[in-house]
């Protein structure tokens, strides 16, 4: 599996769109990249995939540039309940199911 | 809809008693995983069933853990003879069978051995 780079932390306040970057410059072709956090004595909340084209669901968009070597999460509208570790993977869909999560980023919505 | 279920949320057991973690996966889902989270650590996967294959149990951290899903639905954990370094939040996750890496947590049961 491709290795991933996220920042440390980043701020965001409430309201404002969260641009959450993540590097994965070994992507290879058939990988795709997914995205989840875990909010604080919470389990992991699955938020969204992308291969190559840009996605959207209700929870945020992810945005992959077209050498697929980095992405952006966004949330459009953050609020204080966005405060969380999001994690930033890049898997084969047919590679092992088992997740395994790096530092991740912390990202805290202030007010 | 209905999401993971876990039961109990929260567990305190003597070392050495057995305990067993529910988990209630999505309807539908095929696929369920167990995984534990340490205090400030990362997550641990420990088995996965998919259907009516054979589970990868090559998480589990010693004989003393086991599994089973009964009915393609309902999963139990066990774990016999607590130890003090078995404390951790013990996760369950569900997914579809063409979706694996798409999976939906439960809220996870607090195993605390004292």
């Known amino acids: 599996d491709a290795k991933t780079t996220q920042p440390t932390s980043m701020d965001c306040a409430e309201g404002r769109a969260a641009n959450l970057p993540c590097n994965h410059s070994?992507?290879?072709?058939?990988?795709?990249v997914y995205w989840y956090r875990q909010i604080h004595s919470q389990g992991p909340q699955y938020i969204i995939h992308?291969?190559?084209n840009n996605e959207t669901n209700e929870m945020a968009s992810l945005i992959i540039t077209e050498d697929r070597k980095s992405s952006t999460l966004i949330l459009p509208h953050a609020t204080l309940r966005d405060t969380a570790v999001y994690y930033c993977?890049?898997?084969?869909?047919?590679?092992?199911?088992?997740?395994?999560f790096g530092k991740g980023m912390k990202l805290t919505v202030n007010p | 809809g209905a999401g993971v279920s876990q039961s109990p949320s929260n567990k305190v057991t003597e070392k050495g008693k057995d305990v067993e973690l529910r988990c209630d996966p999505i309807?539908?889902?095929?696929?369920l995983y167990w995984y534990r989270q340490s205090l400030g650590q990362g997550l641990e996967f420990l088995i996965y069933?998919?259907?009516?294959?054979?589970?990868?149990k090559s998480g589990l951290p010693s004989d003393r853990f086991s599994a089973e899903r009964t009915g393609g639905s309902v999963s139990t954990l066990t774990i016999q003879r607590t130890q003090q370094e078995d404390s951790a939040v013990y996760l369950c996750?569900?997914?579809?069978?063409?979706?694996?890496?798409?999976?939906?947590f439960g809220p996870g049961t607090r195993l605390t051995v004292t």
């Open positions: 996750a569900s997914s579809f069978r063409d979706s694996r890496l798409e999976q939906y």
């Open positions: 070994t992507i290879s072709g058939n990988e795709y």
């Open positions: 992308g291969l190559k």
């Open positions: 993977i890049v898997r084969g869909q047919g590679g092992s199911e088992k997740l395994v």
């Open positions: 309807s539908g889902h095929t696929a």
């Open positions: 069933f998919q259907g009516n294959s054979a589970p990868d």
